[in-house]
């Protein structure tokens, strides 16, 4: 569901009334180290700790767990996007399976 739910987001929140903090994401003119497309990491953690912190407070129940979910995903979406595919931090750098380099590759 997270994927739907990214996608969706990605096209119509983030191209849309958000554009204002996403574009430097897709405008590499002026490269730092933090752009304010990473405003997101906070954005988008709000609604994951709300969930875990009504779903603690009633039993560990499923909206619990759906805000672990969306935690977890975040946590590998920063892996695979901030780590892998943009080189953020040095690491995860030495691959030479093609996959992988295409991904990387084609990324916009
Ligand atoms: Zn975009
Ligand atoms: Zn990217």
Known sequence: MMEGATWLIHKYVMHGFLWILHSDHHD??????????????IIFAIPAIIL???GSR??????????????LYGMA???VHDIFIHQRIGF????????????????K
């Open 28 to 41: 590499h003119s002026t490269e730092r180290n933090l752009e304010k497309n990473d405003y997101f990491f």
């Open 52 to 54: 875990m912190c009504f």
């Open 58 to 71: 009633q039993g560990f129940n499923y909206l619990f767990y759906i805000g672990l979910g969306v935690t």
């Open 77 to 79: 979406y920063f892996f």
């Open 92 to 107: 995860l750098n030495k691959t030479k399976n093609p996959y992988l380099l295409t991904i990387r590759r084609t990324h």
